[in-house]
């Protein structure tokens, strides 16, 4: 009579399960991961716009006006680095974008008056009107933006 001597080891089909389970479990980390770090780059950048909001509030106390460039009027896009110039001695460095994939935009009313600071998110969950547009208000403007036109307010 034969005695069968049992093997040690896998066969290739558990090998190959164990294998396909490690890329499934894998590729939910880096999902996972990645909606993270898309999720802390969006709460920099509304940080960053608070950070300037405060800047230009301290900028209006001490000078009476908030900044004002003959560009950076209703439907013009300032100058950033004008910008930072004018903030310097409030905010240094000025703060960017954390993988330059956007801008921050700041636009004045003519009135000197009111004032929005914007930028594109890149989370969708994490914008304010229903689109991918995050806005601050400043000064005493109430309504101007409709959820309507707002996606084409942060281009």
């Avoid at 960053?48 to 509030?57: K, V």
């Avoid at 460039?69 to 930072?84: M, P």
Wanted: charged fraction near 25%; hydrophobic fraction near 35%; charge should be positive.
């Amino acid at each position: 009579m034969k005695y069968f001597s049992k093997k040690r080891g896998f066969t290739l089909i558990e090998l190959l399960l164990v294998v396909a389970i490690i890329v499934v479990l894998a590729s939910l980390v880096l999902v996972s991961v990645s909606k993270s770090r898309q999720s802390a780059r969006d709460g920099k950048r509304k940080a960053d716009l608070s950070t300037i909001q405060l800047a230009l509030e301290m900028y209006k106390d001490s000078k009476g006006a908030y900044p004002v460039h003959a560009t950076w009027v209703y439907d013009g896009h300032a100058q950033w680095a004008t910008l930072s110039t004018e903030l310097k001695s409030y905010l240094y460095p000025m703060p960017k974008d954390p993988i330059n994939s956007t801008k921050y935009r700041y636009e004045i009313y003519t009135t000197n008056a009111s004032y929005y600071i914007r930028t594109r998110v890149e989370d969708v969950s994490n914008k304010n009107a229903g689109v991918s547009c995050y806005y601050v208000i400043g000064g005493t403007a109430d309504t101007y933006l409709h959820s309507d036109d707002a996606d084409t307010f942060c281009d």
